[in-house]
RNA sequence: GGGCGUGUAGCAUAGUUGGAUAAUGCGUCGGCCUCCUAAGCCGAAGAUCGCGGGUUCAAAUCCUGCUGCGCCCGCCA
């Protein structure tokens, strides 16, 4: 509890002090209390026994006895060698209620920091239909898009478009030779497509690419194949504007339709920036330039060229080839040049990467700083695969964010329409949309990214504690509770806004009170270290807290009661639901007026 | 074979820079709707934190060995 720190060090630095402690090394040590009954802060103070001759519980005794408690602590205790500190109830209230602790705001006004941050993510080839394996990337990338908006940071989300190459050139192979008729009948073993999605080009392309991948494989067929894709991407691959015209018109369909269903996730991008860009303009013929001229460049017999990374400390595999024989630049490189360009645009650049681009990365990275660049940030998560093993669209082994979403609004639809027998189709379906989208991103997002994640309908579909509806739910209570207060004419506004004498309640707040005035006060503290260590999760853990505490507050404070209003309930309530709203917005979660 | 990551109740996970009685959900068992939305709340049972060693006043957390799982080790992307 950061707001509470300030309170503390002055008055603990004397005391320490004054019982012989004069080095500042236990500044670290004050940290947030495990044993949340026993305060918010807490000092161990272990360390000093050794220095002092005394027990830590003595110690901790002692400082408790010379510490006065100012008007933001309430409580100091000594238990087991820990000295306590509890934040007062009402110091606490005041500081939340007066607007002094920023609530955060993603996409409206709010305090900028100044840093312009340029996060990467998702990118994917566009060569078909977005699954699940490939949604943990978008999802992860966009939640950290909304958390360091939130903390007013100035973000740029870009998509890098793999609009050259081999997988494209296949694709583009594949619409140019093959007709409806060629695809369907190379396909025939396989599952045919969905008519739901008979409209959406990357279901609909995705089988030409697949129809083309299974010819490559027949070998009387393949040679012939592989010469004229391979004439594709090597003229691609020197900036042949034509073909790169005919890779763009084949993917960019595809494209669009994986953005369709991004956006029903809720994430969007502020830019594409083409691969190719890098060859056409030059860059990457610079670089290779300058990468030769290096003092760890190597060459090899057929004019390959390397750098030999293992003098820069790298373990394994040491050689990084930037260049092939044939002269051409590999992926890597384009990478590279693209880091760049990205580096000029902004003080903090982060990519989201798939576990199998780590040594890729790595060399991406030692290789920029060979040149004197920085390196970027990377979060890598883990992969997600189904019960039954990796996930494969070549096995058929795939779920399809399409169908994760429909069948996701489908069964929160349902849910609505037995509890709340009421409401318009309308509103089920609305409903329906924001539960089943929200439900998929949290459940990807609370998990730690390093983690492995597999993916089951049932907790994809579980709408109970611990879930985004839970979430969703508390918010929609604390709205609830306003507009009946306003049904009854009660001025909610003019309330909220209305300064309390706190001190003029001679009562104890409600334990439950306080543990949410606890959770609102350090959730800016939550958001801060979960964008610091780049973890969504410690933040979804957050707002999960901060629900379960409006929870526990929504029991035991009545608000609105044979008629009267307490003010100060009515207040804590208002603001919670914003800590709420915008906690959602950060993770990418539809606030609801009701559901 | 080498490199990187990971292993926490039946299942899925959280656990801050080492710090108190290891937290949460699902599942199981038992309670709570004349009371602001029960997608909720309260309670119970359930853990050798993969295994061994080490560092430390203190280890799920750090070091080391072993082991299971994942990923990588292309002049592919």
């Given at each position: 509890m950061n707001i509470l720190r300030g309170h503390v060090e002055p008055i603990l630095k004397d005391a320490l002090n004054s019982i012989?402690?004069?080095?500042?090394?236990?500044t670290s040590m004050?940290?947030?209390?495990?044993e949340h009954s026993q305060g918010d802060l807490s000092l161990p103070c272990f360390p000093f026994a050794k220095q002092l001759g005394k027990s830590p519980n003595d110690i901790a005794e002692e400082l408790s006895n010379i510490i006065v408690p100012n008007v933001a602590i309430g409580k100091i205790n000594a238990i087991g060698g820990y000295l306590n500190f509890k934040a007062e109830p009402k110091w606490l209230a005041k500081q939340l209620l007066s607007g002094k602790i920023r609530v955060g705001d993603a996409f409206g006004n709010k305090p900028h920091t100044g840093r312009q941050i340029l996060i990467e993510h998702?990118?994917?080839?566009?060569?078909g239909p977005f699954h699940v394996g490939r949604a943990r990337n978008a999802i992860l990338g966009d939640t950290l898009v909304r958390l360091h908006r939130l903390l007013g940071n100035e973000v740029r989300a870009e998509y890098y478009v793999?609009?050259?190459?081999k997988q494209v050139g296949v694709l583009a192979w594949a619409l140019d030779n093959l007709s409806k008729q060629d695809v369907e009948d190379i396909l025939q073993d396989k599952e045919s497509l969905s008519t739901k999605w008979s409209d959406k080009a990357d279901h609909t392309r995705v089988r030409w690419y697949q129809a083309a991948q299974k010819l490559r494989k027949d070998e009387s067929k393949s040679e012939k194949i592989e010469q004229d894709i391979a004439k594709l991407v090597h003229a691609s691959e020197h900036g042949d504007e034509s073909v790169l015209q005919k890779f763009h018109d084949s993917f960019q369909p595809v494209l669009d339709g994986m953005l369709e269903t991004l956006s029903r996730l809720g994430i969007e991008f502020n830019q594409f920036t083409n691969e190719s860009m890098f060859v056409t303009n030059g860059d990457v013929a610079k670089l290779t330039e300058t990468l030769s001229k290096l003092e760890i460049h190597g060459v090899a017999d057929n004019g390959a060229e390397y750098l030999d990374l293992g003098a820069r400390g790298?373990?394994?595999?040491t050689e990084f080839f930037f260049k092939r024989g044939d002269g051409s630049s590999l992926y890597a490189t384009r990478d590279i040049a693209y880091h760049i360009w990205k580096w000029k645009q902004c003080d903090d650049l982060i990519n989201i990467l798939g576990e199998d681009h780590k040594l890729q990365s790595k060399q991406v990275g030692m290789t920029l700083q060979e040149l004197g660049h920085k390196v970027p940030e990377v979060l890598f998560y883990s992969f997600i695969k189904l019960p039954e093993g990796k996930m494969s669209t070549r096995k058929g082994n795939v779920v399809f964010m399409d169908d994760l979403l429909e069948e996701a609004k489908e069964h929160a639809s349902q849910i609505v329409r037995e509890l709340r027998t009421k409401y318009s189709e309308q509103e089920v379906s609305h409903i329906g949309e924001s539960v089943g989208r929200s439900a998929i991103r949290f459940n990807i997002i609370?998990?730690?990214?390093d983690k492995g994640f597999t993916f089951r309908w049932e907790e994809a579909l579980?709408?109970?504690?611990?879930s985004a509806p839970f979430i969703m739910y508390s918010h929609t209570r604390a709205l609830s509770i306003a507009k009946k207060c306003i049904d009854n004419g009660i001025d909610v506004d003019e309330i909220s806004n209305k300064e309390l004498d706190?001190?003029?309640?001679d009562s104890e707040l409600p334990d439950s009170l306080i543990d949410l005035l606890r959770c609102m006060a350090i959730q800016n503290d939550a958001l801060e270290r979960s964008v610091m260590q780049c973890r969504p999760n410690l933040f979804a853990n957050q707002v999960l807290n901060l629900a379960t505490s409006f929870n526990g507050f929504y029991r035991d404070c009545k608000i609105f009661d044979d008629g009267n209003v307490n003010e100060l309930y009515l207040q804590v309530s208002q603001l919670a639901s914003q800590f709420l709203k915008t906690g959602m917005e950060g993770l990418g979660i539809t606030p609801l007026e009701r559901m």
């Open positions: 012989g402690v004069n080095d500042s090394n236990w004050l940290s947030p209390s495990r998702t990118s994917a080839n566009p060569n793999d609009d050259m190459g790298m373990k394994g595999k609370k998990v730690s990214p579980a709408f109970e504690a611990g706190l001190d003029s309640i």
